[in-house]
């Protein structure tokens, strides 16, 4: 499968592979990822970069340059659009449109220092670099096979000797009425460029926004733009003519908001209005009227007898026949004057009130789609790409189990479902897959097309498309939790060490959260695995793979854990001594008791926080000790302060004397600091025995200060109830 289209010069592009773009673009993606969250020199950046770089050398094969241009969220190559839908490509290209970049061309004898350079010009943060400064480093960095172009606004402006009309590509225009629509261009900065943009085109881009995300002043502000004239003369009849055109071209949600806006500028300027709609032929009148009686758009007074009196319809719009001054005949009924006057604006609001007119108004606005929202929706869901590519792929399932099929069709649909199968990886589509591979391995039980077949399940098991699933894993799989991990479980113990590898690797919080929640549900099957990766010499990978066999209930993971409680690195260590404690294993208790009489004050609030967090009584003592020593220094205060709630957790009574001791203390350096701590001890009582600290709570209630106050009331309050 390939793209090919005719270029505009008449002579006929090189067709380029789609899956190898689609490889090209993925691989672009990801390494632009790794470039800006890790350093230079990391390997995921030198592995990522260097596959995006081998995917682009192959294209080169096809063409000297390859040019992608964006519009908002859509990358495009020659004028064909990239699948939307795709998370990947919108990813990518949302990152360049952010950057105020309207297409990449990548030329032959590019360099991987080139591309590293690219990524790390578009990665830098969205607001804290300027268009033109992202520009100035294009320039510096002087990528003589990599060239950017930027999006200028000025180039809608088609004065002599500026910029050719012809030569005006679509996804220009895209983002120009993108930023018309979403507010980011300015009224009074909007080009007579607007002006430009063919009717049916505006109609299309458009088209393409949901109605929801439109404001009611976008409406107003789209219509004034393309009736606009900068010598700010009345609009014309062409200007008239061009904007119904635009409206004509709408989906039926927009025409009436549209025509609404239409009808307001219009009747704005009735002198502008009349000569304007003179100069129209009766027809376009009528094709006017008919729009807007359809849309059921309110209309003003003076701009319906406006469209009547030039349709040749009566002042009164009905299709009756004058009888003088007698009256009015509508279809063989006769209307006594007083009656016909009821349809003139004069006398309207005589005969209709205004608590009527907003009852019909209601009338008028309801909308009855929204009876039906529920089934509408799921309509729509069935008619959605894919939902689609799901219903067709199940279908060739089918086919792929039945018996009717020869050895060429057979051949034939196992390639077009291998050519889906990465559209599913980048759209967490992970059940699907695993679908087909179980017909496959069903069809291998039944000798179907053994070799075929063989060769297929083959590639469904092969590492590399195993790392590529990873990979997609990356984006989509925490929004596919469940089939992920069906997909995992597929592979089984195959998979454990190349999530260990990607968890290693990736350096966001959350996705090494959902990729040790995978290595998790593997259980005691991961244990072999995670142990020997505690051989490695980075210390995080260390750390981590301590954290997941702090999930397993299993003794036998405790040797290999014991070594690590007192390593170099604290991070280990303390990882190390949560796996122990997770067991209740003394070794891990002797190693808290250990940091307690550290040098470090880090290590020191470490132990601290992990002996109550575990609410370990045999440290109890150790903090009672610390808790006694004098204070010399504010700082000394505020090193309480964690003891005191570690103490809390665990909740022993021994340590309500070294707490009555500091409650009962004086500190006139120091007033400020001790009072915070006496209000942390308070705050703590509620986890010991009431009757052990009574006296402590009634004092509390003749206390100055409000906040042990409250406290000593709530809790005596809680007792008494």
């Not at 096979?145 to 030569?167: M, N, P, Q, R």
């Not at 929801?212 to 789209?222: G, L, P, S």
């Not at 009256?327 to 006057?341: K, M, S």
């Not at 007033?671 to 209000?679: D, H, V, W």
């Amino acid at each position: 499968m390939s793209l090919t289209n005719n270029a505009s010069d008449g002579t006929e592009k090189i067709p380029i592979d789609s899956r190898l773009l689609s490889d090209a673009i993925i691989e672009l993606n990801i390494s632009r990822r790794n470039v800006s969250i890790f350093p230079k020199d990391h390997p995921s950046v030198e592995k990522s970069l260097s596959r995006a770089f081998e995917f682009l050398q192959k294209l080169f094969e096809f063409r000297a340059e390859i040019t992608l241009a964006v519009a908002k969220d859509t990358l495009i190559i020659d004028d064909f659009f990239l699948d939307k839908k795709n998370p990947v490509y919108r990813e990518f290209a949302l990152q360049l449109s952010k950057m105020n970049i309207t297409y990449v061309t990548f030329l032959t004898g590019l360099r991987k220092e080139e591309l590293y350079e690219f990524h790390h010009i578009i990665s830098g943060k969205i607001g804290e670099t300027s268009p033109q400064e992202v520009q100035e480093m294009f320039r510096e960095k002087n990528m003589i096979h990599l060239k950017a172009g930027f999006i200028d606004y000025d180039a809608f402006s088609f004065e002599e000797g500026k910029t050719d009309k012809e030569s005006l590509k679509a996804p220009l225009w895209e983002r120009y009425v993108y930023g018309l629509l979403e507010g980011t261009l300015q009224t009074g900065d909007i080009s007579e460029g607007m002006l430009e943009i063919p009717p049916d085109m505006l109609a299309r881009l458009v088209n393409r926004t949901a109605a929801a995300n439109i404001k009611e002043e976008t409406y107003d502000r789209v219509i004034t733009s393309y009736m606009r004239r900068s010598s700010g003369s009345a609009f014309s009849n062409k200007d008239l003519k061009r904007l119904m055109d635009f409206i004509n071209g709408l989906r039926p949600e927009l025409k009436k908001q549209f025509l609404s806006s239409t009808v307001k500028e219009v009747s704005k300027d009735m002198d502008a209005a009349y000569r304007a709609l003179s100069k129209i032929s009766i027809d376009e009148i009528l094709e006017l009227l008919r729009a807007i009686n359809e849309q059921k758009v309110a209309i003003p007074g003076g701009l319906k007898n406006l469209l009547d009196k030039l349709s040749g319809l009566p002042q009164y719009g009905t299709d009756g026949v004058s009888c003088g001054g007698d009256g009015f005949l509508v279809d063989d009924i006769f209307l006594a004057p007083d009656i016909v006057n009821l349809f003139g604006d004069a006398n309207f609001d005589s005969y209709v009130t205004g608590t009527y007119q907003k009852e019909i108004q209601k009338l008028l606005d309801f909308d009855a789609s929204k009876i039906a929202v529920a089934k509408l929706k799921e309509t729509a869901e069935e008619f959605s790409d894919d939902f689609i590519e799901k219903d067709f792929n199940q279908t060739l399932l089918e086919l792929l189990s039945s018996e009717i099929l020869s050895d060429e069709e057979y051949r034939s649909f196992v390639d077009i479902v291998r050519s889906q199968i990465e559209q599913f990886m980048w759209t967490g589509l992970y059940r699907q897959i695993l679908k087909a591979i179980q017909v496959f391995e069903l069809n291998a039980t039944r000798n179907k097309f053994p070799e075929m077949t063989s060769e297929t399940l083959q590639y469904f098991n092969s590492l590399e498309l195993i790392a590529e699933l990873i990979d997609s894993m990356r984006i989509m799989g925490r929004h596919r939790r469940e089939d992920a991990w069906l997909l995992c479980e597929y592979y089984g113990d195959k998979i454990i060490s190349l999530l260990i590898d990607a968890l290693i690797e990736e350096d966001s919080q959350n996705i090494r959260r959902f990729f040790l929640g995978l290595l998790e549900q593997f259980g005691d099957r991961a244990i072999a695995e995670v142990t020997r990766r505690l051989g490695d010499s980075r210390w995080f990978v260390k750390r981590n793979m301590l954290y997941i066999l702090g999930n397993y209930k299993k003794s036998e993971v405790l040797p290999h854990v014991r070594p690590y409680c007192r390593h170099e690195n604290s991070k280990v260590g303390f990882e190390a001594i949560k796996c122990l404690l997770n067991f209740g294993d003394g070794y891990g208790i002797d190693a808290i008791k250990d940091y307690l009489q550290s040098k470090s004050r880090e290590e020191v609030g470490q132990a601290i926080t992990l002996s109550g967090a575990f609410r370990i009584k045999e440290v109890v003592p150790d903090l009672i000790q610390m808790l006694r020593k004098r204070e010399i220094s504010g700082a000394d205060f505020y090193d309480k302060i964690p003891i005191v709630r570690a103490l809390g957790c665990i909740g022993d009574p021994r340590a309500l004397s070294a707490l009555r001791d500091l409650l009962s203390g004086k500190s006139i350096l120091f007033k400020g600091i001790a009072e915070k701590l006496r209000e942390e001890i308070y705050g703590t009582l509620k986890n010991y025995p009431y009757e052990h600290v009574s006296d402590l709570i009634e004092a509390g209630l003749q206390s100055k200060n409000e906040s042990i106050r409250e406290e000593s009331l709530r809790l005596h309050k809680a007792k008494a109830d």
